[in-house]
């Protein structure tokens, strides 16, 4: 029953990089870090809406994420409040150290929907998105 539960709380990556990560969320998206556990590691981020725990991935067999090949959260999808906002976001975050473009900012479909995908440095895959509807 949707009266149990509110929706998502937090969402928590797996990531190559957890420095990389962490600046590239703070410094590059402009979110917070409100926390973290330095036993794990692991670092919390914020932009007052989302929240985001990022893990270090550990150990020596280490390999990225392949969407169709394994269990897992496929990606991210962060809502934008406009077409220039996504534009702006697209210019800065494309050119960030570490980042990886699958593809800059196109119609969803036949639209209106808008969105950009990437690879963040520590290698989780996010949509930025705009809709007008």
Do not use: C
Not at 23 to 50: E, I, S
Not at 84 to 109: I, N, Q, T
Request: no cysteine; net charge negative.
């Amino acid at each position: 029953m949707t009266e149990d539960h509110l929706g998502i709380d937090h969402l928590g990556l797996t990531v190559s990089n957890l420095d990389a990560s962490v600046r590239f969320f703070v410094d590059g998206l402009g979110w917070t870090q409100f926390g973290g556990n330095a036993d794990y590691p692991a670092a919390y981020v914020t932009n007052g809406h989302a929240k985001l725990t990022l893990w270090q991935q550990k150990g020596d067999d280490l390999h990225d994420f392949d969407r169709h090949a394994n269990v897992g959260l496929h990606h991210v999808a962060l809502k934008v409040p406009t077409r220039e906002a996504l534009d702006r976001l697209y210019d800065r975050v494309s050119g960030w150290p570490g980042v990886a473009v699958e593809f800059a900012p196109e119609f969803s479909g036949k639209g209106p929907k808008v969105h950009f995908m990437i690879n963040e440095p520590g290698g989780a895959r996010m949509e930025f998105s705009y809709d007008p509807r």
